[in-house]
Each structure stands twice: as structure tokens, then as C-alpha cells.
């Protein structure tokens, strides 16, 4: 009764409430691309520009989004990326990057440590974050995992270098989703009243 | 006096007194030995048994004795007990309360109440939690002593922390004058409720059949006042056996309160504030009692053009509606309705202005236990109404539109429009979540929801199932503006209410036609899988979809973060959290249980065909079982 009962408690945690939930992930829209949408900004009293800056890694951008107009984690509007001297479709400049990893090893590693817990088997995210497509470089990944904000931190004696290289280059190997406007289940759904 | 239940052979105690009788056979003393008295020897200095107390004792038989009793207490009880209205009893057969077994099914037909045969007592409970959410009222729950309890406890918790009414009654040997040496002292308690009295809003055991009478109508009135809560009643076992006495017994009437509303002049304040807010923010937590607090709600937010966060343990709003979610900005008014507990360390502030103000509205400022803590941190409030939010809102509607010029309502529409532009946006970000994994194997469950939905949007379709272990992607992707069509979770969020109260919610739903669906997680099914056989036995048509991520997958992430927080690695973090080697094969079990099962499924191109074929099952009226292997969430 004791595990279920701390059970219970840590779920309520970490479960968003379901229905008329808004996705904490939501994303400012192309046309209300105001500090109204992103609260935080002005109480943190951060610009809109440097919360851009700090959005995409140094050099890189934003990957782009499966649907045109509405942009996925960390994407941004068409207007911001213009004004970093980006295009929409843009992808990461390190994403054609060769993974010397191995992705075999990398696939052992990702399923044994359990990394399809929160990323789910395809990567696609779950009670974490969407690693496909994988929009860090080898070493943002390995620093991101050794000092992460959300996720519990792998330090190199739970994981090496080369084998946080091998899980990279096993992720790069994951699929790409479809665009929703090439599912028509979604598109039905979504042209419902 | 009352008859003793010598001969009588309890339940659970059968097979082992059948076993120690074999073997008395097998040694019987060469000597002999004093003979037992032919009844347990009382005490000398007992004090007079409840049975000797009764008022309603009967008139001594004329001439020799006779076991037959033509016409017991327990029949009156179920005259009691028809007043009420239950529909069912659920109940696992327990000797301590064979009287009103035996008179259920035959003095009162097994109707009205119909007796449930349910494989454990925390499926029999849970079935009745998940039943009054779909139906609004309580189902009655047999359990057999402090054993029945005991089973039943952790169920009865879930219910106390949602809020639900469950009406119990437990069976007794109160009287240890009379009562039987051996498994019925092991199964009787001096104070029977004791052990649940924490989390029951009433209990009672009435020493006589007026009393009985006058707890059971007043157990019933306890249970559906706001805050809604499970009672208990505890029956003596000989009172059930005693013949009826002459004179007639008195039922008194039920007559409901009417729910408390608030104070008026705090609902003209809570109007004040929420017309002059510039960004409100409305959040519904276990608001809707009944299907006239989605429309009252509506009303409401319309009025105002604010956002409603109708949470996720009742339907309270239509998830498609236009003012359906958490808006935008900071609020600086926020409108609680019904929503358990504040902030707190550590708890999530959201978007709130540092100045907003707090308004709540809930039943729970009325009621309140002390042990058990799931009254949550205290919230920080400005205006708190101590009323029931259903029964407050038409005042506050009326007092909203009484102080709305029609400046203010010109302002309000900008800000709706603006807040239909968030939803919309919200809507296709799901729909973009949605897409992420679409054809990955395990299926992921934003395609599982959306090739069930694609099944089912045209049916008057229940989801008797939570959200949480789900992502909430049927409360993202379809349209939920009915009160049925969603009954939130287990309350005290522990494990083993799901699949009984998928079923017990089914239950209710077959009267109406509708169509329920389960998408049942796989550690939950295996607390008390039997009532899987419950539902095949009473053609209860339910499709449960099993989100089979085989494990406790939660507990997957709890023991990782453990050790990768502890730097001993992750790689263990399988051992004693996950449901493999072997894997469990639940359309087997399905199977064995007498019901349709296919499966395991775990490529998404077979899904719609095999989510077809359950329904085809379930639309004949009968309950089904696929087995979809799926992402761990």
C-alpha cells in the first residue's frame, strides 16, 4: 500500500490533466507572435530576440515543422527565423553529419538503459522529449545528457563518450514520422467541428 | 431468541474444516474424551448481547422448535433496500451476509437490485465507483466481514478521494455470545468500520431492524450530499437470520437535500471580479455531478469569453469548444470549481499574474478528514465559497449577466476571439503531436486513440477509462462534450480500479445503449483480472483495448531517474517495475475468461482491422478484448 500511495502521488505529478489540457510545449503562433503568448518572457525580462537566440543552438536552427504554419518544439516562426537569417526549411546544419558511432551497440544502450522509457521506441517522445529528428550535435547530446535540465544526468561512469556516441548514432537511424497532411485520420480529425 | 447458525458452514472456511474433519476421522481417540458442548459455552460475566437487546425481537415459537424461517429480517431489509432504488449489488459471496444473499435473489427476484457476481471485493467496490460515475447514484456493495473490508479497502479509498458515492454493507458476527468458534471470530470485529472509518463519510451498525431501517435511508442521504462519498453500514449476521417481527417497522422516506449553493453576496462579489478581469481563467476539477454542469459552464464562459481547463477528472467542457483550454498570458483571475488543493513548495505556480486573485467554489471547504492527506497543500485564496460549485453556478450566472454592460460584453468578444485563435492552435499542435511515431511498432497512442475514434465518433460512444497513463490523447484529439463520454480516474490514483470500474461504468451505460471502451494499462488489469469473467458472465458489452506497455511503466521511469540520480546507471532500472519473461497474454486471458480476445498487436496497420472486430462483439452486446502492444506512453 505504501508503494501505491507513493505511487499515486508522484504520478499526479507528472501526468498533464488530459482534457482541455494546453500542451506546456505549445508554442507561440505565427500570428500571435506577441509576448501575450509567452508570458514568461517579460516576467523574466527577457527580449524576444535573445529568447530566439536561446531557443536554437549556436549556429544551427530549428528543424521544420510537419505542418506548415504551426511549428514544433523549439520551432519558430517564419518571421523569427528571417530575422536570424534563417528559412523555415532550414534544416540543422549538423544534421548530415556522419554518426561514427555504432548504431547497433547504440540501439542495445537505448533500449537496456531504458531511454524508450520517456523518448518511447521510435523516438517520437512520450513522457519525454521527441529525439527524431535529432536535432543536437554529437556534443550537445553528450553534454545535454551529462548536465541535463529535465531528464536524470548520466555521468561517465553510468555512460562513456563513445557509448552516448553509439546511442546517437542509433537515434539518427530512427525513422521520420509522417506529415499529418499525409495521414488522413489527422486530417480528419482536425477538419472537425 | 435469535437462532444459532450451528451447521452453518462459511465460505472461506469449508475447505478447511472439511479438511480438519477428515482428519479427526482418521485419529479418533482409542479413549474417550469429554464431548464439546453442543453450543460455544458464553462467558460468565458476558454482557447481554446485542441480539438479547434488540427491539425487535421476535415471538418465541410455539411448540418445539423449528430452524425454518419463513419470513427472516433480511427480507425486510431488502424491502429497505428496494426503497433506495439500487439498480445491482455487487458482491463476492461471503457467509456473514448469506441472509441477505439468499433474500435478494429470491424474496426480492434479483431485481432491483440484480446481484453482480464479482471475483473479488475491490472489483466489487470499484465496479460501484465506476457505475455512479456514469449514472450519478450508488451501486451497493456486499462484503463479507472484516476480511471483505480488508480486500475492499484500497477501493474504497479511491472512491473517498473522488468523491463518488459507493454504498456499502458488511457482514458481522457482532454477537460473541452466539457466535461460531473458529473462521467466523477470524472474520467478525468488535468495531467492524474501524478499519475504513478514515475514508468513509458515514458508517453505522444499527442493533435492530427499525434502526436498520432509519441508517440505511440515512446512509443513503450521506453518501449523494455534496461532497459525495462511499458509506459503509455493518449488519449483524443473526440479524439477518431472525424471523420478521410482528409489528411493523417504519421505513422513513428518502428525501434529498438540495445541494448547498454559495452565500449570494459572495456570488455577486465572485461576479464583480470575474466581469472586471481583463484575462480570467476558469479551472474545473470535479465539478459535473451531473450532465447540467457542462451546460451551466458554457453558459458561464461564454458570458465572460474566458478559458476553461476542464481538467481531467469529469467532463466539465467541451474539449472542442472554442474557449477549451488554458488561454494565453497570465491570468489575473482565476475561478476554481470543485479543484482539490492549492499550490504549495514545489507545486507548479502557472501563468498567473504576481497580483491575480483567487476565487474558489467547492463542497470540500464543508467536509474534510484528518488522517488521510488527500486534501492537498492549502490554497491560497481571496474569496472562498464553502458551497457546491453545480449548485452555485446559475446565481453566478445570473449576478454575471446582471452586472455585463454592454461595453463590457463588446470587450469580452475580442478577448473570445483571441482565445479561438489558442485553441485552434492547440488543436493542430496536437494534431502535429499526433503525427510524431504514426507508424511506429509498438504503436504509439496518439494512433491508437485516433483509429479508435475514427471507429466510434458516430456511436453514443463512453470512455469508462484515465487519460493519464494514455497522454491524454483522447482528450486532445476528440470531441468530449458529454457527460458520459468521460469519468476521470481512480481518485487516490492507486492501481486496481480500472478494469472494475471500466465494467461497473459499462454497466450502466448498456441500459442507455452506449457504447463503452476501456483502454485498460496492463499493470492494472493484473490486480484483479476476474472481473473480466464478471462482465463475460452478465453480457456486459464493454471493448477493453489494452495499452500493453508491459510494465509499471511509471515505476519504469521512477527507479531510473533513481539511479542515474545515485550514478549507478539505469540499466537495472527493468527489475521489479516491468510485466516480461514471460510476456502476459492477455487475448488468452480474455479467452479463459469466456470472452472474445485477439491479440497481441502490435504492428498499427492491423489495428483497425482487429479494433473492428471487438466492436462487432460489443455492438451484439457482449464484452470484447484486444491486446495492442503499445509505446510505453
Not at chain 2, 426480492?108 to 465506476?130: Q, Y
Not at chain 2, 476539477?285 to 451531473?290: D, E, I, N, P, V
Request: net charge neutral.
Amino acid at each position: 500500500m505504501k508503494a501505491t500511495l507513493c505511487r499515486v502521488v508522484v504520478t499526479a505529478c507528472v501526468v498533464i490533466l488530459p482534457i482541455g489540457a494546453v500542451d506546456a510545449q505549445t508554442p507561440a503562433s505565427p500570428s500571435a507572435g506577441t509576448a501575450a503568448l509567452r508570458p514568461g518572457l517579460a516576467a523574466r525580462g527577457e527580449s524576444l530576440a535573445a529568447f530566439d537566440e536561446r531557443c536554437i543552438p549556436s549556429g544551427g536552427v530549428a528543424p521544420p515543422s510537419n505542418t506548415p504554419g504551426i511549428l514544433g518544439r523549439r520551432a519558430l516562426p517564419a518571421g523569427r527565423l528571417a530575422r536570424l537569417g534563417a528559412t523555415p526549411d532550414f534544416h540543422h546544419r549538423l544534421l548530415g553529419q556522419a554518426a561514427a558511432g555504432n548504431a547497433q551497440a547504440g540501439k542495445d544502450l537505448y533500449l537496456r538503459y531504458s531511454c524508450y522509457a520517456c523518448h518511447g521506441y521510435a523516438g517520437h517522445g512520450g513522457a519525454g522529449a521527441r529525439l527524431v529528428p535529432m536535432r543536437m550535435t554529437l556534443a550537445s547530446f553528450t553534454a545535454y545528457v551529462r548536465n541535463p535540465r529535465q531528464m536524470p544526468p548520466y555521468s561517465t561512469q553510468a555512460l562513456t563518450d563513445a557509448q552516448l556516441e553509439d546511442v546517437w548514432a542509433y537515434i539518427q537511424t530512427l525513422p521520420k514520422s509522417p506529415l499529418p497532411k499525409d495521414i488522413p485520420l489527422l486530417m480528419m480529425m482536425l477538419n472537425e467541428k | 431468541m435469535a437462532e444459532s447458525t450451528k451447521g452453518s458452514v462459511d465460505r472461506r472456511g469449508f475447505l478447511r474444516g472439511a479438511a480438519v474433519g477428515a482428519a479427526a476421522l482418521v485419529t479418533q481417540p482409542s479413549v474417550a474424551l469429554p464431548q464439546p458442548p453442543e453450543a460455544p459455552a458464553r462467558p460468565a460475566a458476558a454482557a447481554p448481547s446485542n441480539a438479547q437487546l434488540g427491539a425487535d425481537t421476535e415471538t418465541p415459537p410455539s411448540g418445539g422448535r423449528s430452524r425454518i424461517v419463513e419470513h427472516p429480517a433480511s427480507d425486510f431489509m431488502v424491502d429497505v433496500i428496494k426503497t433506495l432504488g439500487f439498480e445491482y449489488v455487487a458482491a463476492n459471496p461471503g457467509s456473514s451476509f448469506d441472509g441477505l444473499h439468499e433474500s435478494i435473489i429470491n424474496y426480492g427476484g434479483n431485481k432491483l437490485p440484480e446481484l453482480l457476481t464479482c471475483c473479488h471485493e475491490e472489483s466489487a467496490v470499484a465496479m460501484a465507483h465506476g457505475y455512479a460515475k456514469i449514472e450519478g447514484r450508488p451501486m451497493l456493495a456486499l462484503l463479507h466481514g472484516n476480511i471483505g473490508i480488508q480486500h475492499a479497502s484500497m477501493a474504497i479509498y479511491n472512491a473517498y478521494a473522488d468523491r463518488v458515492p459507493v454504498y456499502i454493507i458488511a457482514g458481522n458476527w457482532r454477537d460473541a455470545g452466539v457466535r461460531n468458534n473458529g473462521v467466523n471470530w477470524y472474520h467478525s470485529a468488535q468495531d467492524m468500520a474501524a478499519m475504513v472509518r478514515d475514508f468513509v463519510k458515514w458508517d453505522d451498525e444499527p442493533a435492530s431492524l427499525a434502526a436498520f431501517a432509519e441508517s440505511a435511508v440515512r446512509a443513503y442521504k450521506i453518501a449523494m450530499t455534496p461532497p459525495a462519498e462511499p458509506v459503509l453500514l455493518v449488519l449483524d449476521h443473526n440479524m439477518q437470520l431472525r424471523p420478521m417481527p410482528q409489528a411493523a417497522v417504519r421505513i422513513p422516506r428518502l428525501t434529498m437535500p438540495t445541494p448547498p449553493a454559495g452565500d449570494s453576496s459572495a456570488v455577486r462579489e465572485a461576479a464583480r471580479l470575474l466581469v472586471a478581469a481583463e484575462n480570467p481563467q476558469i479551472n474545473a476539477g470535479r465539478l459535473a455531478r451531473t450532465p447540467n454542469a457542462i451546460t451551466l459552464l458554457v453558459e458561464l464562459a461564454e458570458l465572460l469569453q474566458a478559458p476553461v481547463n476542464g481538467g481531467g477528472d469529469r467532463v466539465n467542457f467541451p474539449s472542442r469548444h472554442r474557449l477549451a483550454g488554458n488561454g494565453s498570458g497570465q491570468a489575473d483571475l482565476i475561478l476554481n470549481l470543485e479543484v482539490q488543493g492549492g499550490g504549495g513548495p514545489g507545486g507548479p505556480t502557472g501563468a498567473r499574474a504576481p497580483n491575480a486573485k483567487t476565487i474558489s467554489i467547492s463542497a470540500l471547504d464543508l467536509y474534510i478528514k484528518s488522517n488521510l492527506q488527500d486534501f492537498q497543500h492549502m490554497a491560497d485564496v481571496d474569496l472562498a465559497i464553502a458551497a457546491d460549485a453545480e449548485a452555485t453556478l446559475p446565481a453566478l450566472i445570473e449576478e454575471v449577466k446582471r452586472q455585463l454592460t454592454a461595453d463590457r460584453r463588446r470587450a469580452l468578444a475580442d478577448r473570445g476571439a483571441r482565445l479561438a485563435e489558442v485553441h485552434a492552435q492547440v488543436r493542430s499542435v496536437a494534431k502535429e503531436g499526433a503525427a510524431y511515431g504514426w507508424d511506429a511498432n509498438p504503436i504509439s497512442l496518439a494512433r491508437l486513440a485516433a483509429e479508435l475514434w475514427a471507429q466510434i465518433k458516430n456511436d453514443d460512444w463512453s470512455l469508462v477509462s484515465w487519460q493519464g497513463f494514455i497522454g491524454g490523447w483522447p482528450g486532445r484529439l476528440w470531441s468530449i462534450d458529454k457527460h458520459h463520454q468521460y469519468i476521470g480516474g481512480q481518485g487516490a490514483g492507486a492501481m486496481g480500479y480500472g478494469a472494475p470500474a471500466a465494467v461497473g461504468a459499462a454497466l450502466a451505460n448498456m441500459k442507455h445503449g452506449r457504447l463503452s471502451i476501456n483502454i485498460q494499462t496492463d499493470g492494472d488489469l493484473n490486480y484483479a483480472p476476474g472481473v473480466l469473467w464478471t462482465a463475460a458472465h452478465h453480457k456486459i458489452p464493454l471493448l477493453t483495448i489494452m495499452h500493453n506497455n508491459r510494465g509499471y511503466h511509471q515505476e519504469v521511469m521512477f527507479i531510473q531517474r533513481m539511479a542515474s540520480e545515485r550514478n549507478r546507471g539505469a540499466d537495472r532500472a527493468h527489475i521489479g517495475t516491468t510485466l516480461r519473461e514471460p510476456n502476459i497474454d492477455y487475448a488468452r486471458m480474455a479467452q479463459a475468461y469466456g470472452m472474445h480476445g485477439e491479440g497481441p498487436i502490435a504492428d498499427p496497420r492491423d489495428l483497425s482491422p482487429a479494433i473492428k472486430r471487438g466492436l462487432d462483439r460489443v455492438r451484439q452486446g457482449e464484452p470484447a478484448l484486444i491486446d495492442v502492444v503499445t509505446q510505453p506512453r
